[in-house]
């Protein structure tokens, strides 16, 4: 869908090559197709189309916040995915040495997660038989 939108947008562009509203949505694509990019070499293009798109739209209306937090917040995300990256190699490397607090871990809010869950669709079955309803007068 995100490809596809792509399309529809970059065809808006030939039409009007200015449209900021445009090239701001193409921005928008582009991030949400690098962050849903798992190859972080192949997401860092989409990342700087997406900047290049930002800039393109900010040039075009200096004044709108949107697109400027927009612009700024493609660096940040790019930082974190670079962070991620790492993080992601140590703690493969971590997993490799045999640690197995990672999954205890994951387990306990597994486990408190699906008590959360039953307490809750308990209580939501308790309340709707506990309501009175008015019977119908004829």
């Known amino acids: 869908m995100i490809l596809a939108a792509m399309s529809k947008l970059e065809q808006a562009l ?9 090239l701001w949505c193409l921005g928008n694509a ?21 900047a290049d798109f930002y800039q393109q739209a900010v040039d075009e209306v200096p004044t709108n916040e ?10 940040q995300i790019h930082k974190q995915r670079v962070a991620q990256q790492s993080a992601g190699a140590r703690s493969s490397t971590s997993h490799a040495k045999g640690t197995k607090k990672g999954w205890k871990f994951d387990l306990i ?10 307490i809750g669709i308990g209580a939501w079955i308790g309340f709707s038989r506990a309501q009175v309803h008015p019977s119908p007068r004829y």
Request: glycine share 6%.
């Open 109 to 118: 809010f597994d486990i408190f997660g699906w008590v959360v869950l039953g």
């Open 30 to 50: 582009h991030m949400a197709h690098g962050l849903l990019t798992p190859d972080y070499n192949e997401a860092r293009n989409y990342f700087v189309r997406a």
């Open 14 to 22: 030939l039409i009007d090559p200015r449209k900021h509203e445009a």
């Open 66 to 75: 949107k697109y400027s937090r927009s612009l700024e917040s493609i660096d």
